[in-house]
C-alpha cells in the first residue's frame, strides 16, 4: 500500500491550490450552512451542494476527515483479503472524490474509476483536484441522481461514503441493492454516530440477503451482537488539519478525530476476517491492557492482556481502536 500519510499530504496541496483565493468569511459561512443541513432534514430532490463556493467549502471542510475514515475502512478491508486488488471502481455519491483518492491510497496504481454524483459543481471540482493524483488523471465524472433511478455499471469495487444519510429509507435501500448487483465488493462508510450505525446494519443486513460475506469489520456475517439503542458500533480516525482546514473550521488544533461507522462486504471466494476486533479505545494500565473485542462468536467481550502475555503484551500495547485481534495473520 502507499503511505497513508504521503496520499493525505497530496490531497492537502492539492486542495492548498485549487482552493487558493477562497476568501475565509464566505467559506466560513458556507460551512454553517452545510453543517445545518447535514444535521437537519435534508430533502433528497435537491443537491447539498450548490455552487462553486459550497463545493469548495466542503472540500476544505470534510474532504480530508472522508478521506481518512473511508481509507481506515479500506484498509481493514484490504486486510481481510489479501492480495486481491480492484480492477475498477464505482464511487456513489462521491462527490469531490474522497473515496477515489482513499482507494488509490489502499490499492496503488490506475484502474477503471467513475464517480458518480448529482451535483455538477461538486464533480467539476473533484475533476480538478484528480489532475493532482496520476491514478484518478482518467476517471470519470458523471451526473447521476443518487437514488431509486440509479444505474451502476458492472464494478469490482463500489464505494458509498457519506451518502445514506442523505436519502430517504426507499433510496437507501434501492442503492445497497443496485451496488450488490453490480460489485464484487461493496464498501459503506456512514457517520460515527447511532443513527449513522443504524444505517451501516441496515446495509449490512441487504448485502447479507444478497448472497455478500461481511469482511470487516465484523469478524462474522450473523447478527450484531449490540443491542440497538443501547449502545453502537464506531471507530476513529486521525485527521491532520492544514492551514486552510483549520480557517475554514475555526480550530486551532492541529489535528481532529473523526467518528465513523461502516462496513465492506464481499463476493469473493477467499476471505480472511479478523478473529476479532478491537471496538473501543484500548484501556492501558499499569501491566495490563483493557481489550473490548467484537468475536466471532457473535457475542462482545472485554479481555486483559498482562506483562505475562509476553509479545502479545506488546502488541496489545501498540493496538488501536478499530485494530484486528491478536494482530492480524491471513488464514490458510
Known sequence: MNDPASSAEALR??????????????????????????????????????????????AAYRMPATFEAVRSALEAFADSVPGWV?????????????????????????????????????????????????????????????????????????????????LAEADRAALVDRAASAARSVVIVEAGTPAGYA???????????????????????????????????????????????????????????????????TRLPTVAPALSRVVRRPQIRKGQVLLDLCERDERLRRTTVTKRHGDLYKAARDADWGDPWPPYTPES
Open 13 to 58: 496541496s492539492a486542495l492548498a491550490t485549487v482552493l487558493d483565493g477562497l476568501p475565509p468569511k464566505q467559506a466560513a459561512h458556507a460551512v454553517e450552512r452545510l453543517i445545518a443541513n447535514y444535521r437537519g432534514a435534508t430533502p433528497t430532490d435537491a443537491p447539498i451542494l450548490r455552487d462553486r463556493a459550497d463545493v469548495a467549502a466542503y
Open 86 to 166: 480492484p480492477a475498477s471502481h464505482v464511487d456513489v455519491g462521491g462527490g469531490t472524490g474522497a473515496a477515489t483518492w482513499a482507494v488509490t491510497s489502499t490499492w496503488p496504481g490506475e484502474r477503471g474509476v467513475t464517480v458518480l454524483d448529482w451535483a455538477e459543481p461538486a464533480l467539476a471540482l473533484g475533476r480538478e483536484l484528480a489532475a493532482a493524483n496520476p491514478a484518478l488523471r482518467n476517471a470519470s465524472w458523471q451526473r447521476s441522481r443518487i437514488g431509486a433511478a440509479l444505474t451502476i455499471e458492472s464494478t469490482d469495487l463500489v464505494t458509498v461514503s457519506y451518502v445514506l444519510n442523505e
Open 199 to 265: 444505517r451501516v446494519i441496515e446495509a449490512r443486513n441487504r448485502l447479507i440477503a444478497a448472497g455478500f460475506r461481511v469482511a470487516a469489520p465484523c469478524p462474522h456475517s450473523a447478527a450484531c451482537p449490540i443491542v440497538p439503542g443501547e449502545d453502537w458500533c464506531h471507530f476513529s480516525a486521525r485527521v491532520s488539519r492544514s492551514s486552510l482546514h483549520r480557517k475554514v473550521k475555526g480550530g486551532s488544533l492541529a489535528y481532529e478525530d473523526e467518528k465513523f461507522s461502516y462496513v465492506a462486504a
